[in-house]
């Protein structure tokens, strides 16, 4: 088993910047792969960002303002979230898996954490 808790959200003001982290603890085999996810309210969830063994992924449309990075020393994977727009307003959440990693594929993600709310405005 892998538990993931979030921490990090908050509300900020669009252009604004904000780090969230994913603590993952347990059988770290299991979490070699890792996602944040976001689901925006009456929207379906969408993958954000993804980390495996060094390789990345983005959405389009973060890709150039998100960063996403991992410390295995601390067990956790980082968002790091620059020139947040209101359209990023939603629930991110943290997914790890073991291999082969899904990426942008939520089904293949195993474990979920419970969500750190983001609040953009304008």
């Known amino acids: 088993q892998v538990q993931l808790v979030e921490s990090g959200g908050g509300s900020v003001q669009a252009g604004g910047s904000l780090r969230l982290s994913c603590v993952a603890s347990?059988?770290?085999?299991?979490?070699?792969?890792m996602g944040w996810f976001r689901q925006a309210a009456g929207k379906e969830r969408e993958a954000v960002a993804a980390y495996a063994g060094g390789s990345t992924y983005y959405h389009n449309s973060v890709q150039g303002r998100f960063i996403i990075s991992r410390d295995n020393t601390k067990n956790t994977v980082y968002l790091q979230m620059n020139s947040l727009k209101q359209e990023d307003t939603a629930m991110y959440y943290c997914?790890?898996?073991?291999?082969?990693?899904?990426?942008?594929?939520?089904?293949?993600?195993?474990?979920w954490g419970r969500g750190t709310q983001v609040t953009v405005s304008s």
């Open positions: 347990g059988d770290m085999d299991r979490a070699y792969c």
């Open positions: 997914a790890a898996s073991s291999p082969p990693c899904g990426y942008a594929d939520a089904g293949r993600y195993t474990f």
